[in-house]
C-alpha cells in the first residue's frame, strides 16, 4: 500500500514565525510531489511542487526534497493568519495517480 | 469560464435516490479525477480516466459509477448509496503525468 504520512497536527505558530510543515512518501519510485493548500470548505489549491532534491523556493514558501530520506517539507517564512489552513503533502505514484496524506492543520496567532 | 467546474455544489439525496455529479475542465487537460474526501481522513482516489479510457479503478463500489464522453467531461453517477458515503467528492484534472493537478470546488453530498 502506497502511503504518504503526515503530522495532522494542529501545528500553532505565532504571527510572523516560520511554520515548518512534514511528510513522508513509501514509493521510493515516486518523481514528483506537490503541496497543496485547502482552507475549510474549500478545495485544495496547488502552493508548491518539487521534482528535484534540494530546496525550491516561491515567495514566502519553500518545499525541501530528500528522496534518499523519502521525505518532503513546507517552510513557511513569515506566518500570516490567511496562511491558517490544512497543508496537503501529495505524490505521484505514476500511472497519472497521485497519493495525498491526510493533511496537516496549521494555526497562526495573531 | 476556466478551470474546473462541478455541479452541484452541495445534494442531499435518499438512500434510494440516484442522482449525477458533473465535473467539466476548460484547462485542456486530458486526464481527469474522482477524489472522495471524508472528515480526518487523506483524500481517497477513486477513479482516474486518461484520453477518455478508464485507468483506475481504485475499489470503488459499484453504487458510483462513472462516466467520462470526452475529455472536458466527467460524471459521477449515484445511487442507492450509504450514509458513510456522505463526503466531499473532488473532481481534477491534470496536463501531463507528473504535472499538478487542478480541483473543482467539490460537490458535498450528504447521504439521508
Known amino acids: 500500500q502506497k502511503e504518504v504520512e503526515q503530522n495532522s497536527g494542529p501545528l500553532s505558530v505565532p504571527e510572523g514565525a516560520i511554520a515548518s510543515l512534514n511528510c513522508t512518501y513509501s514509493?521510493?519510485?515516486?518523481?514528483?510531489f506537490f503541496w497543496y493548500r485547502q482552507y475549510s470548505g474549500k478545495s485544495p489549491e496547488l502552493i508548491m511542487s518539487?521534482?528535484?532534491?534540494g530546496d525550491k523556493e516561491d515567495g514566502r514558501f519553500t518545499a525541501q526534497l530528500n528522496k534518499a530520506s523519502q521525505y518532503v517539507s513546507l517552510l513557511i517564512r513569515d506566518s500570516q493568519p490567511s496562511d491558517s489552513a490544512t497543508y496537503l503533502c501529495a505524490a505521484d505514484t505514476g500511472g497519472f495517480k497521485t497519493i495525498f496524506g491526510a493533511g496537516t492543520r496549521l494555526f497562526v496567532k495573531a | 469560464e476556466t478551470g474546473v467546474t462541478q455541479t452541484p455544489r452541495h445534494l442531499v439525496m435518499g438512500m434510494t435516490n440516484k442522482k449525477s455529479l458533473k465535473c467539466e475542465q476548460h484547462l485542456g487537460h486530458n486526464a481527469m479525477y474522482w477524489y472522495k474526501q471524508s472528515a480526518k481522513k487523506p483524500l481517497e482516489l477513486m477513479f482516474v480516466y486518461n484520453f477518455k479510457e478508464q485507468t483506475e479503478n481504485n475499489s470503488v463500489p459499484s453504487r458510483f459509477s462513472p462516466e467520462c464522453p470526452n475529455s472536458s467531461h466527467l460524471f459521477l453517477h449515484l445511487h442507492t448509496l450509504q450514509p458513510e458515503d456522505s463526503a466531499l467528492y473532488l473532481c481534477a484534472s491534470r496536463g501531463q503525468e507528473g504535472a499538478e493537478a487542478f480541483f473543482g470546488q467539490g460537490t458535498r453530498l450528504t447521504v439521508v
Open positions: 514509493d521510493r519510485g515516486s518523481q514528483s
Open positions: 518539487i521534482y528535484s532534491n
